[in-house]
Structure formats: structure tokens, C-alpha cells
């Protein structure tokens, strides 16, 4: 909606209540940037074969080129933005038909955990397989590791979904000082951090950046973007920009946008408003791109496979490189002419990997969403834990060992909910 220049007096309140249950275009949004992530991790890979061995790096870290990329390519905001509004709008649904916040935990941690259990159980058994087949410890090592990293996102996800409806009666009570509150959380661990030279203290804001975050979706979902015209938009865009370059020119942050993430700073907040304004711009035309059939169809598939495509890509990746290096296929030097020449094929080939691979595992993602049941105080529970699992992978890489208690813990986050359930139902009876 654009408010002619003339009005301008300010922007009537949006309703509290059930927006719209399902916003097409953020469901482009988030598959356009799962697409991103799956590629910039592939591309990231870089296999050395050489007289110590195989060397698994980080082919685009601390590359000056790539610091203006990153600021294109970091759609984490967007996912949690996109996230905010799904999880607000479902809350709502839910809470209308009389279900409880612990419902609605129950629901996400079923949707992800899930398909992690899956996940993490293959991995484990196919790192024992390896290791007995007389892989190297040491790259065993370097693939855990690596394939580890992108887990993060996963217990995350997680953690702000499950407060959902905690920050959503925020939200309807107070929503600026709500956002104001913990935008000042962010940047106060930003200042700790900096100042005490410990990036320990910056994973604080693991909860705070991404809650904050989540929030706009919120807004995003109330019809705030909506209400404003287009040089309200172009203006919050454009001072958030400025904020976000003399942070990192003038300020202590790096320019790296991904460097920006681990730990994340009020610098993703920034590029979130940044990228929620240029998208409210846009989103008429994004929608007429979705009137097509074919786009739509292809949304659709991936919008229904979206956690199974994040967990497995990057074992999809590894898969790859291990049957070309077991086929002998030579290996040209990360970021080499050869290589760049190749880059078209490598996605190719993760992609010919991935696609049956999340067409084969993604009914494990399809939890319940059938009638709220009443699944309290065990719900919170099984969240913690399943954060507990994400956290032995980050912490430890994925190894035989830290893949196998992971799994371990989030099945038993699965059993106290359907204990929990069949309890109440049988109690009911």
C-alpha cells in the first residue's frame, strides 16, 4: 500500500490480532534464501589433494572480494524475519482454537527435531562406517567439523520459536518497548564483548539478535511495512544502511557480514531492517512472479522439504567430494581458474545428490498440526534438550560419539512429548 506524499500524518495502527494466515511471497522469500545458503556452503568448500593428504578449508574466508558479496548473500535476517511472521501467525491460529503456549512447543520441536533425530543418526553411523573402513581420523575431523557449523541455525530456530508466545503477548502489550528492549540487549553484549576482547560473551546475543529479529517479523505481520509508503520505507532503509556502514568503517565490527554472524551483532538487526524495507518495496511485483504456475509448483516443493534441504546439504556435499575422490577425479586449487570452470558442475552434482535425498527423508519434517492437546510443562523440557543436542555438535563437531548422544537426546525430547500426551490423552479417557 503507498500513501501519497501529501498524508502525512501518521500511519494508523495495524490490528492486533490473526493477520493473514499464509504470505506467498515470504514463502518465495525463504526458499530464495535457503537456495543461497545451500549454495554459498558449497561453495565455501574448499578440497585440497596434496602429499599430506586431503585438506578440507574455507575456500571464501578472508578473501577481500567476498566482504561486499557478504553483504548480499547474508539472508539469515530475512530467514528469521520470514520465521517471526509464520510463527506469529500460527501462535495466533492455535491460540484461537484454544490450544496453549506448551502446544505450540510441542508442534515446532515435533517439526524439527524430527528430522533432525534423522539426520543425526545417519551421520553418526555412516562417520563409523568410515572410521572403520580406515578413514583418516584427522579428516574425519575436518568433515565433522565442517559439516557441524551450519547446526547453529537449527537450535536457534528452535530456542525463539518455542518463546513464540511469550513474545507475542509482548508484542500485543507493548511492541515498541518490547523491540526497543531487546535491541538494547543486543547492542549493551555488543559493547561487553568489545570491550573485554571476548568473543564468548558475544554468543550471548545468540538469543538476543535473533529474538529482536524474529520480532520484525511480528511487525511484518501486523501490517506495519504495509502501512508505510515507499519513502518511509526508502528512509528506515536508508538510515539503518548508514548505521550499518559506520559501524563497520568508523566502528569497531568487522565488514564481513558472515564474520557478523559467529557471534551475531547489532549489525544483523540493521541489515534485517535493511532488507525487510527493500523487500516491502518489491513485494507487488514479487507477488505477480508468483502468480506463475511454475515458480509456485517449485516454492511449494521446496517450501515443504525446507529443513530436510538445510540438514542435509551439507552431508550432500561431503557425499559428493567422497565419490569423485573415490572415482580419482583430480582436484584444481580453490579459487584457481580450474576451479571457478568447475563451479557450475559441483552445484549441479550436490544438487542430483541433495533433491532425491530430501524427496526421500522430508516426511520426517511434517510434524502434527492436528487439534491442541494438552502437552504442558514436559514441552519446555524437551526444547532444552533438543537445544542440549544442537549445542554437543556445535561444541564437539560431529563425530561418531557427539552424533549419536545428539540423536539420543533429541529422541528423548521426542518420547516426553508423546509420553506427555499419551498420559493426558489416557487421563482424559
Do not use: K
Not at 524474529?214 to 548508514?242: K, M
Not at 530436510?308 to 569423485?324: D, G, K, N, Q, S
Not at 554437543?392 to 549419536?404: D, N, Q, R
Amino acid at each position: 500500500m503507498v500513501i501519497p506524499r501529501t498524508s502525512i500524518a501518521p500511519a494508523p495502527a495495524p490490528p492486533v490480532g490473526p493477520g493473514p494466515s499464509r504470505d506467498r511471497v515470504l514463502d518465495l522469500v525463504r526458499s530464495a534464501c535457503l537456495v543461497v545458503v545451500v549454495v554459498l556452503h558449497a561453495m565455501m568448500a574448499g578440497i585440497e589433494v596434496g602429499a599430506s593428504g586431503i585438506q578440507i578449508t574455507n575456500a571464501l574466508e578472508n578473501q577481500r572480494w567476498f566482504t561486499p558479496v557478504s553483504w548480499i548473500i547474508q539472508v539469515m535476517p530475512l530467514f528469521f524475519v520470514v520465521g517471526g511472521f509464520a510463527g506469529i501467525t500460527q501462535w495466533r491460529r492455535m491460540r484461537d482454537a484454544g490450544a496453549t503456549p506448551a502446544d505450540f512447543a510441542r508442534a515446532r520441536l515435533t517439526r524439527l527435531a524430527r528430522p533432525a533425530l534423522v539426520a543425526f543418526a545417519a551421520i553418526a553411523g555412516a562417520l563409523a562406517v568410515a572410521s572403520a573402513a580406515g578413514v583418516s581420523p584427522d579428516l574425519l575431523a575436518q568433515v565433522g567439523f565442517r559439516m557441524s557449523q551450519p547446526m547453529w541455525f537449527i537450535g536457534v530456530y528452535l530456542g525463539t520459536s518455542a518463546l513464540v508466545p511469550l513474545m507475542c503477548r509482548l508484542h500485543e502489550r507493548a511492541p515498541r518497548a518490547t523491540l526497543a528492549l531487546l535491541v538494547s540487549f543486543a547492542l549493551g553484549v555488543d559493547v561487553l564483548s568489545i570491550a573485554n576482547a571476548s568473543p564468548a560473551i558475544g554468543f550471548v546475543n545468540l538469543a538476543f539478535v535473533w529474538l529482536a529479529i524474529q520480532q520484525i517479523g511480528f511487525w511484518y505481520a501486523d501490517g506495519w511495512f504495509r502501512f508505510r509508503s515507499n519513502n518511509q520505507l526508502l528512509g528506515v532503509a536508508f538510515g539503518a544502511f548508514a548505521l550499518l556502514l559506520a559501524n563497520t568503517t568508523a566502528g569497531p565490527y568487522p565488514a564481513d557480514m558472515l564474520a557478523n554472524l559467529n557471534p551475531p551483532t547489532i549489525n544483523l538487526v540493521l541489515l534485517g531492517v535493511v532488507q525487510v524495507c527493500l523487500l516491502s518495496l518489491v513485494t507487488a511485483r514479487l507477488a505477480v512472479l508468483m502468480g506463475r504456475p511454475g515458480l509456485r509448483a517449485a516454492v511449494d516443493v521446496i517450501g515443504r522439504h525446507s529443513l530436510t534441504i538445510y540438514l542435509w546439504h551439507m552431508p550432500a556435499v561431503v557425499l559428493l567430494a567422497a565419490v569423485l575422490l573415490i572415482l580419482g577425479f583430480p582436484w584444481p586449487e580453490p579459487l584457481g581458474v580450474a576451479w571457478w570452470l568447475t563451479r557450475g558442475a559441483w552445484l549441479a552434482g550436490i544438487a542430483l545428490v541433495l533433491i532425491p535425498l530430501a524427496g526421500r527423508l522430508g516426511r520426517f519434517e511434517r510434524g502434527t498440526t492436528g487439534p491442541p492437546r494438552r502437552t504442558p510443562r514436559l514441552a519446555g523440557a524437551g526444547v532444552v534438550i533438543a537445544i542440549a543436542a544442537i549445542v554437543t555438535v556445535l561444541v564437539a563437531g560431529f563425530t561418531t560419539v557427539s552424533a549419536t548422544i545428539a540423536a539420543l537426546l533429541l529422541l528423548l525430547a521426542l518420547r516426553l512429548q508423546h509420553s506427555s500426551r499419551r498420559s493426558l490423552v489416557t487421563g482424559n479417557a
